[in-house]
């Protein structure tokens, strides 16, 4: 199936580990998005990267990194978790550069629980 | 205040019945709105986009309108079926310097449909 794919679907891990979040597109897009939605439903662009180059870095605490191995991946590693970094994390593709207009397709979320 | 409101919180409507959501925005300057559509433990899938020049957009049962002079947008479904019970997200992208752009989400809307 041509899709985005995360992995892990769920994550329960204690604060303070450091933890990390895979995924994988093979939709041949050459940009990347990584999201965050909170309890409230609200999702919030954290990182975008277009051919393995970072183009959006918006206000994230540096605990969080971003990696693009390849421009078919974008895996995101989080350091020192905290319980506020409890959500769903969202990973997205889109073809193309002009990633503001283009239809980004979105992975199925990795709901991360810090305890 | 959030650049993106949505109206109502949520809603819940009787299958068969038509629905219509809101959408008002103060992002500027505007690049494109759209329409995603969140099923409950699934990530966003688009429905519309729209540019400036562009009033109406359709995606089967869904319609999107736009008037940037008023900065409104509305989602109308028409005829519900139990499988539009979802939440609803309106995305604004505002375009900055360059080839820079901002995107700005709402909060969305849940729309619970009933047999």
């Known amino acids: 199936d041509t899709a985005v794919s995360q992995t892990p679907k769920y994550l329960v891990t204690q604060m303070g580990n450091d933890k990390s979040i895979k995924c994988e597109q093979n939709?041949?897009?050459?940009?990347m998005y990584w999201y965050k939605q909170d309890s409230k439903k609200f999702l919030k662009i954290m990182f975008s990267?277009?051919?393995?180059?970072?183009?959006i870095n918006e206000t994230v605490p540096n605990r969080f990194s971003p990696k693009s191995p390849d421009k078919a991946h974008l895996n995101l590693h989080i350091n020192s978790l905290e319980l506020g970094d409890s959500a769903v994390y969202f990973c997205?593709?889109?073809?193309?550069?002009?990633?503001?207009?283009?239809?980004?397709?979105f992975g199925p979320g990795t709901r991360l629980t810090v305890l | 205040k959030n650049q993106v409101e949505q109206s109502p919180q949520s809603l819940i409507i009787l299958e068969g019945k038509n629905c219509t959501l809101q959408?008002?925005?103060?992002?500027?300057?505007?690049?494109?709105l759209r329409w995603y559509k969140q099923d409950t433990g699934r990530g966003p899938v688009s429905l519309t986009i729209?540019?400036?020049?562009?009033n109406t957009k359709s995606n089967g049962r869904y319609t999107a309108t736009l008037d940037a002079d008023t900065k409104q947008s509305s989602l109308h479904i028409t005829a519900s079926q139990l499988s539009d019970s979802a939440s609803y997200i309106c995305?604004?992208?505002?375009?900055?310097?360059?080839?820079?752009?901002?995107?700005?989400f709402g909060a969305g809307t849940t729309v619970t449909v009933r047999a």
């Open positions: 997205a593709s889109s073809a193309g550069e002009k990633w503001s207009y283009n239809e980004q397709f």
């Open positions: 939709l041949g897009h050459d940009t």
């Open positions: 990267y277009n051919n393995k180059e970072l183009i």
């Open positions: 959408c008002n925005y103060t992002v500027s300057p505007f690049s494109n």
């Open positions: 729209m540019t400036f020049s562009e």
């Open positions: 995305v604004v992208s505002a375009r900055g310097p360059g080839d820079d752009y901002k995107l700005s």
